[in-house]
């Protein structure tokens, strides 16, 4: 069985922010709300859990540097030890500061590309994927929120409307 | 309105008792001749420092003239050693006020919305610009009149044998440094008073004309300030290494100044929150103070390893003998300051959360400001003392003497006025501040 969802579109972000903390007060399950533009403060009323993405960029971080000194090591100091100017190639720490740029750069390199590349693949967003937004007015001016219905929509239905929903539709659940 | 804690004050006055007792140790006990110096030297360390001169030198026959000139050189090291450690804790100190007053010309020119809740926390630490000045200026007239041998290019003995002394001579002047140190000092002193003036009429006015001629002036002490500071290093600072000249050293000190003054601020502003005295300020603030410490830390190590990396690579000797002579005989503080500086405050700082915890934030305080005394220690010792250095009573005592000196003067200051601003426009916006 389908299970069926309530849609209802505000055209205020304050409005929505209200409704959604009334919503929360009536223990109701917000399944996803749409909005054309972040609201500020709008996942902190929701509910959601922090993002821990700056905890994965630091990892990534860590890495770009053990990739970086270990690139640097094999290759300036172990492999080939020329003297190419005068640089001490006797051991790493003799000549680290000519390695400190590439350091730095890659380090910062792989944090933020495998930090975004973390973002796309937990948020599910790659170039040919299907736009998921239930209205396409989401993306301009309205915002859509959207609660899951079990055999209580004419509840569900005034309470909204009580929010100050200017518009509510019922639809088939868009599962992804 | 803030009072000025009897314990706090107590504590204050003996700091600088007890400092004062560890200075005048250092003065009583510096060498006046040359067989003191030796007899100094000899009894600390006998097993290399004697070795050295009778060892390697004995056969030359230069060795009589050679040893003579080392054994005054070591003479006028000694000799440096408590100027040196007045002269790097009084500048230490008056460094953070200047940090401090820059701060606030930036949040004033910057219309920030976040910080005004904090402005008479900053003029109360701008306040002890007046006093710690007057002592810097006051050791250099001191070096001018040759009490001490801090600035070599100001033996007049010295420049004659000197060529690159003679050529730096219309610059490296002793009359024209004094004139260019009461300038510096006059331009930031009379900011300070004046911005201060503004900041507190505006509290009884009806209208926000005080606030606008501050933003004006402000804007024009920034102008003022980043060339003066930046000659003002040249000066106090680079002119100690009289041979050597590094062009991003101004941005450098200014790092370190700005640092040290956003963390006295960060710290001033905890110390007076813990005691009910700033109700407004939250943790939003402290957040963005201590963002300011991490981001100016992290701009500190870069340009200390810009102008050491910039160097190190190219070893043009006439440069790069300012880091042989720290590598070789600092190795510690020259490297262990990039530890505090650095290491430290970037990893401590980087969590969000934990920028907004008090004790965290005082615990990377005082390990900023301590890795900032080293920095400040690492530019004027090893030009003045060289390899004699040491941290004891007197490096100890003229920093518990100025530490004193500056808590009791910048809570004396803070105890004169409210601590909260009532007619600043963008008051509301900071007491509403929320990150």
Redesign the interface.
Known sequence: MASKVIHAYYNDDDVLMHAVKKIKEAKHHIEEVYCPFPVHGLDKAMGLAPTRIAITSFMYGCLGLAVAIAMMDYIMIDDWPQDIGGKPSFSYIENMPAFVPIMFELTVFFAAHLMVITFYLRSRLWPFKKAENPDVRTTDDHFVMEIEIHDNEKELRNLLLDTGAVEISIADKNDH | MYTFSSRLKIASIVMMIVGALGLGYGFITMPTSVEEAKAMVASHDDGHGGSHGEGTHANTDSHGEHDASHDEHLLHQLQNKPWAALYVAAFFFFMIALGTLAFYAVQRASQAGWSPLLFRVMEGISAYLVPGGIIVFVILVLSVMHMNHLFVWMDADVVAHDKLLQGKAGYLDPVFFLIRAAIFLGGWILYREYSRKLSIKQDESNDNSSFKLNFKISAAFLVFYLISESMMSWDWIMSVDPHWFSTLFGWYVFASMFVSGITVIAMVTIYLKSKNYLPDVNDSHIHDLAKFMFGISIFWTYLW?SQ??LI??S?IPEEVTYFVTRIEDYKLPFFGMVVMNFVFPFLIL?N?DYKRINWFVIMAGIVILAGHYVDIFNMIMPATVGDQWYIGIPEIGAILFFAGFFIFWVFRALGTVPLQPKRNPFIEESRHFHY
């Open positions: 390893f050491f990396m190190w690579y070893n980087m969000s």
